[in-house]
């Protein structure tokens, strides 16, 4: 017997769980199946954004924050501690507490919805017919008009280093590490990388990252990304881009990497673990049957078109296992789009003004059009730069490192994108964001009054900038 729905959404992630409740909203009747298992053998929703990725990492880049503002600011503030010692176990219990809490709270927003939620791995079948296993071992089949597949993306393995999850760890394993490593190396200064190595450098570890690319974040503006490898070296990150990595030995508990460097000369690095760090590719195992009719592209990505359409009526994908920026917010609009289109009502996702934010510190972020995507189309733009150093707020936070950093095109003042590093870039990059999808021009930023002292006047000098009209700055 099986068990019919409007919608059954496979993956209770950050694209998955927004469709189905979307959907519920609609006034559909929904099921959203997840297979996601703790370490502990405990099932969660909100995949891995919310247990593995998004929100334990920023658990704990803000108290190792504070531990590293403790030991190197709190005295320029006229705050004497005493001996800062480090409790990684009240760290790691308060990281877990907060996941609890925040997968609990999709469950009960799936239940309050009125969406059906399941414990199990789904996979589709013909017809949209979708088999679902759970932990006991027993099956149930849904059958649905629509299906959403949700399946996300797992981290990428290098054959050299495979993953023993002791010494090789994924992302995972390195956000509930239960000791600091005296030596760390992370393979990739990508994102995970970078918020990572910052973690375990600023509990203790000496950290050695290793990248491939000679170009750091090959995909920011350039201005930013050389002020971000100047202030994260400053920090004690060994950042040693051009190295190619070909073989690790793993011996007593310790692991030596070797790699050529970007004269092609062989150098090793030894530690006590490696975080591979190296991307994340999509995940689709054993997630349809071979005649369901979905079709994967060469990379492994559910192949879709710019709606979410799989091409098999009925059947969309979203979030991490379709194309586009692995990012949270990137799946969560997705998913609401594709629910709202099922429900035949308008939807849109503006693939071009999604923003990204590293949450080192200083902070990352950014928004549209870096400089050298310009230069290579041949655009004709303008830029203004204004530095946090003349913030005042920035100064009174001791955080007056980086710049906001505004392009807009030279003939229509229209904003093009918006690059920002310092204090609460992450923060500050919404307002760039609502600007740009509202198709706003430096003049319009330049012309909305901003609170003082606020970082966000440094966005609003940065418009200013780019009319050499900033008022608060020498270098206008
Ligand atoms: P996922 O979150 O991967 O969820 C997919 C779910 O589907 C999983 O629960 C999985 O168990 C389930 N599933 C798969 N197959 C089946 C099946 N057959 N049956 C049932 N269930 C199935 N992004 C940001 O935007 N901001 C951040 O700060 C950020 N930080 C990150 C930090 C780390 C360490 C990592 C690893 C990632 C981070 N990301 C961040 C990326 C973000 O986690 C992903 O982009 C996001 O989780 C993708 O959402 P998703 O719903 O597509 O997939
Ligand atoms: P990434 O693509 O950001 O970075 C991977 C880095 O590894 C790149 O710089 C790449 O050049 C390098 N690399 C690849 N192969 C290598 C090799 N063999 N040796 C050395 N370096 C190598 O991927 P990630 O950091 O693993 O993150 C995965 C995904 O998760 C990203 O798509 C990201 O969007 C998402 N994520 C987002 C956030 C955030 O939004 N703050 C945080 C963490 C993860």
Known sequence: MSEAFDVVVIGAGPAGYPAAIRAAQNGLKVACVDAWKNRDGSDAFGGTCLNAGCIPSKALLESSELLERARSEFAQHGIQTGTLTLDLAAMQKRRAGIVRTMTGGVASLLKAAGATAIHGTARLLRERRVEVTTGDGARRTLTAAHVVLASGSVPTELKALPFDHRVIIDSWDALELTAVPKRLIVIGAGIIGLELGSVWRRLGAEVVVLE????????????????????????????RLGARVSAATVAGGAVTVDYADPAGKAQNVAADQVIIAVGRRPYAADLFAPDAGVVLDERGFIRVDGECRTGIEGVWAIGDCVRGPMLAHKGKEEGIA????????????????????????????????????????????????????ASGRARAMQAAVGFAKLLAARDTDRILGVHIIGPMAGELIAEATLAMEFEASAEDLQRTIHAHPTLAEALHESALAADRRAIDNINR
Request: proline share 4%; glycine share 6%.
């Open 338 to 389: 594709v629910a709202d289109r099922i429900a035949g009502r308008y939807a849109h996702v503006n693939y071009e003004v999604i923003p990204s934010v590293i949450y080192t510190a200083p902070e990352i972020a950014w928004v549209g059009r870096t400089e050298e995507q310009l230069k290579a189309a041949g655009v004709l733009y303008k830029s203004g730069v204004f530095p946090f150093a």
């Open 212 to 239: 491939a690319l000679e170009t750091f974040l090959v995909a920011a503006d350039q201005q930013l990304a050389q002020e971000a490898l100047r202030n994260l070296r400053r920090q004690g990150l060994d950042i």
